[in-house]
């Protein structure tokens, strides 16, 4: 795919994501956080288009070849996630960067439509990661400073020690997220093909976006997301218990049509304040609603452009 045309997708996919509304519990239209505003993250949405752009012709370069290991993923994310620094002043998109960034590499490599295509790149990418792309990493979730990341495994990422033991032991990205996977969902999604991504965001937003129109389908491809899996910032910030709590009255709301109907609308939104107000902000499944944007509209806009 044209490396323009992507990176305009995963633009659009990142302002779609944070547009959404009631989005339960995160920042949308009519919510901000005391630390973060809903114009932090259209800011954002916008400034890591050139390195998304960046990502695809570096994909698209590498087409034909078996080793994509020079395709340089954790210096994708360090330089997004410093390209946003110099505009806004907290974290806003680290995780979603970690997702859109492979996603756009892969898209480089594949022709529009071809989404099955566009998983198994990523996923060799991924798995051909080096230490330098863990490196990179570090050095990215160190700029970015997300809550509830530390140590794990005896791997700090705040500490230059570990980065030095990532190069010295040969830790590629595929493993440093492999560790991580035990605890954080965008690190088992980038590490086992993306399923929540292609198998449950993705199918929901096709379903609902024709008939709904776009910020229904991304607020029901969030609470579809949320409803399976326990938000993974959640349950590291507060308890594993809370973090299932949520989940399943997302389920239940799901289970009664979810944002589909007036009904529905009122429900979520009551959630919505409910959450804000408890201060549970599902930001890993906002990311993950980011990436099923994203390959979404790829799909979406292979037919309407």
Known sequence: MDPLYVSRI????SVLEVSGYPKPGNVHRTRDFDDM???DFLVSGIVIGDTMRLAARRGAGLRDSLDLSSIGLGELI????????KWVSTNTNL???MLLAPLSAAAGMVDEGDLQGLREQVNRLILQTTPDDAVNLYRAISAANPGGMGEHEGLDV???GSQQRILDEKITLFDTLKISSEWDLIARELTSGMPVTFN???PVFKATVREHGMNRAVVQTFLTILARFPDTLIARKYDEKIAEEVSEEAAEIVDRGGVLTEAG???VERFDRKLHSSGLNPGTTADLTASSIMVGLLDYYSEHI
């Open 10 to 13: 995963a633009q659009i996919a």
């Open 37 to 39: 505003v809903y114009e």
């Open 78 to 85: 360090l330089r997004a996630v410093e390209d946003t620094g």
């Open 95 to 97: 995780g979603i960067v």
């Open 158 to 160: 705040r500490d230059p």
């Open 200 to 202: 449950v965001g993705f």
């Open 265 to 267: 609308l009122k429900r």
